[in-house]
């Protein structure tokens, strides 16, 4: 019995429909955002959808040939295309409500979701991939047998196909505009793009980025419900203790608005984060792991969102940052929020350094609030101070100011940098004032993911060195509503002047939520060498770790020393020997100790696989901590 076929004009018509599928899914799912392209930027996407077609058309074609093997090949193409192109897109659209892009990919972004991650996350997977699946696999069939094309076209749409996927890879994406493409052929302009990028051994792609979690189990915690109090952690990004108003002080011109709002705040003025990148930062911060951790166990630890689950917390998570920039995101993809937003649902087009506004962050953040019904931890992330830092000209009282960063415009670009952390002031005030106006007891933990150099040791910016412009952070805690005890004011009182690193604040975190001490985690806590703020901290004289070149972040420039008391020694790449600081006697670090006032800290610089830099240094693109 005869096959039944589509009329010719019909097969056109059922191909051109199939093919344009995609292109017409990314016009609903982003419809508000393609009037927002100028005129160019607008022609793009038009060519890009237009492209979208012709390969999808051209690989209908040839998968439509009901003999040769040029179709079998056409199908591989086909299925690849639909589960990378598509499938990827939308899972990570559903995650971040933006597609993964050629500049998300040359910092870093994984390109496919790990088996790992997809089994963590079966329900949006299956969601997602299911579909694209079944398409894949019943739409050629479908076309063979009710619209073929003769064997001998198959080779020329499976050339007409390779010809598309070589414009999609190779044109340049920046002729459009962000994220300016149809999203399956921006899903392999990245492809291009980073294939570019490691045949020129760019260093960015090629270093070790944060990976797909596979957290520890925490144990269910049993803790009375009268117990529990709300926590509320401001972490900053890129401002140094130098640029900020870390105790109350009546002349405070750096950060005057969050200086008011929380006038009775606890100083801790001289803590130190251990490193000077975010993703290093907030590992540290958020599992209570030093930073020379093995990739395994940094990406094996719970996060403080996943104890405090556990003993019957709320959990948010409301942050500015592109979570697509160096793979950021992995940390905090596979954590259960009760309320969280991230850059790309706050904003269509975030800049991946900048992020979305701070202030639309906490605006989210204090209309979450008072929805949680229970107590809570909130971790409130924000962005704007990271460079080329975000400023708003109409509240930019430090003038000049610009963007550049050479060696003749420092007063300039030290004035971007105020101005930004000036007008980001104003929304973490307006925040503090929120969480004051709860009527329930709350604890403010502010502090800063790392600081920043403007040129004080001939640099700019951050993650270069270990100097402490870079990694001495403003730190404080205010007290909501009579949330702290007094012993616990009195312990954070004396701290104020105590020398203390960011390896205390994830068992500081545990103290608030009242579970550092809980029987069912003490497994996972011994893990952790941080101490309690609330219990005095870490006996500052113990020497500690300090690097840019971990399990989860490979540096582009290798740093790495050790950290006691006062006493700091660190090397960086091109430095050739140690360098040996006092920071009681010489706290600018201006002049160099005599390595002997170091020696002791020398073997545990050395260890880990770090090497000693003057004799043996790391080569390009590698991590000296984890040896890889």
């Known amino acids: 019995m005869r096959r ?61 040939a009901r003999s040769g093997r040029a179709r079998h090949m056409a199908h591989g193409l086909l299925l690849l295309f639909a589960v990378h192109g598509v ?3 939308l899972y990570v659209y559903a995650q971040y409500h933006a597609f993964l892009d050629h500049a998300a990919a040359l910092v870093g972004t994984t390109l496919v979701p790990t088996p790992t991650q997809l089994v963590g996350d079966a329900g949006r997977a299956l969601l997602v991939f299911g579909p694209v699946l079944a398409f894949a696999a019943l739409v050629p069939t479908a076309l063979r047998r009710w619209a073929p094309t003769e064997a001998r076209w198959a080779p020329l749409g499976l050339d007409g196909a390779a010809l598309g996927f070589l414009a999609a890879a190779f044109v ?25 990028a490691r045949w020129g051994h760019n260093e960015t792609v090629e270093r070790v980025h944060p990976g797909a979690r596979s957290p520890l189990p925490v144990p269910q915690i049993a803790l009375d419900p009268g117990r529990r109090r709300s926590v509320l952690f401001i972490l900053n990004e890129s401002v140094r203790a130098a640029s900020s108003c870390v105790g109350y002080d009546p002349a405070c011109t750096a950060t005057p608005f969050s200086n008011e709002a929380a006038k009775a705040r606890l100083p801790l003025r001289e803590m130190r984060v251990l490193d000077s990148t975010t993703a290093i930062s907030i590992s540290v911060m958020w599992s209570g792991l030093p930073p020379e951790s093995s990739r395994d166990d940094a990406l094996s ?34 954590v259960h929020f009760t309320r969280s937003v991230c850059a790309t649902e706050l904003e269509a087009e975030p800049d991946l350094d900048t992020g979305a506004d701070d202030a639309k962050a906490v605006d989210r953040a204090i209309a979450d609030l008072g929805t949680y019904g229970r107590p809570f931890i909130d971790v409130v992330h924000l962005s704007n101070t990271h460079y080329p830092y975000f400023i708003d000209p109409s509240d930019a009282p430090y003038q000049p100011e610009t963007d550049e960063t050479g060696p003749y415009y420092k007063k300039e670009l030290k004035n971007r940098y105020d101005d930004a952390i000036w007008h980001q002031d104003r929304s973490i005030a307006r925040l503090v004032a929120a969480a004051h106006a709860q009527r329930e007891p709350m604890v403010i933990v502010y502090l800063s993911d ?73 497994g996972l806590r011994a893990r952790m060498p941080g101490r309690s703020l609330l219990r005095g901290g870490s006996d500052s004289n113990v020497p500690r770790v300090m690097t840019n070149c971990t399990g989860i972040w490979g540096c582009a420039y290798a740093n790495w020393g050790v950290l006691a008391g006062g006493r700091k020694l660190f090397s960086t790449e091109g ?43 790391p080569p390009r693109y590698r991590c000296p901590v984890c040896g890889y």
């Open 4 to 64: 039944p076929v589509l009329r010719p004009s019909l097969r056109v018509v059922l191909r051109l429909a199939l093919a344009a599928l995609p292109a017409a899914l990314d016009t609903v799912l982003r419809w508000r955002r393609l009037p927002r392209y100028d005129g160019t930027e607008l022609g793009f996407w038009i060519c890009s959808a237009a492209l979208s077609v012709l390969v999808w058309l051209s690989l209908f074609g040839a998968v439509a």
């Open 87 to 89: 499938g990827v897109q």
């Open 172 to 196: 340049s994406p920046n002729r459009g505009g962000r994220q300016g493409a149809a999203f399956d052929v921006m899903f392999v302009s990245a492809v291009g793009q980073v294939s570019k």
């Open 301 to 334: 630890a719970p996060l403080v969102w996943e104890y405090a689950a556990r003993a019957g917390y709320a959990t948010g998570y409301h942050t500015s940052q592109h979570l697509l920039f160096g793979n950021q995101g992995k940390l905090v993809e596979s």
């Open 450 to 522: 790392h600081g920043e150099q403007m040129h004080e040791h001939g640099a700019h910016g951050h993650t270069g060195t270990l100097y402490d412009a870079e990694v001495h952070v403003p730190a404080w805690i205010d007290d909501v509503n009579g949330a702290l005890s007094a012993e616990e004011r009195a312990a954070l009182a004396r701290l104020e002047r105590t020398r203390l690193t960011s390896l205390d604040v994830m068992p500081t975190l545990l103290d608030l939520l009242r579970i550092d001490d809980a029987k069912e985690i003490q």
């Open 575 to 617: 430095e050739g020997d140690w360098l040996c600081f006092d920071l009681d006697r010489d706290p600018e670090e201006q002049t160099r100790q005599p390595l002997a006032h170091c020696a002791d800290l020398v073997p545990l610089a050395e260890g880990g696989g770090r090497g000693r830099p003057f004799d043996r240094p």
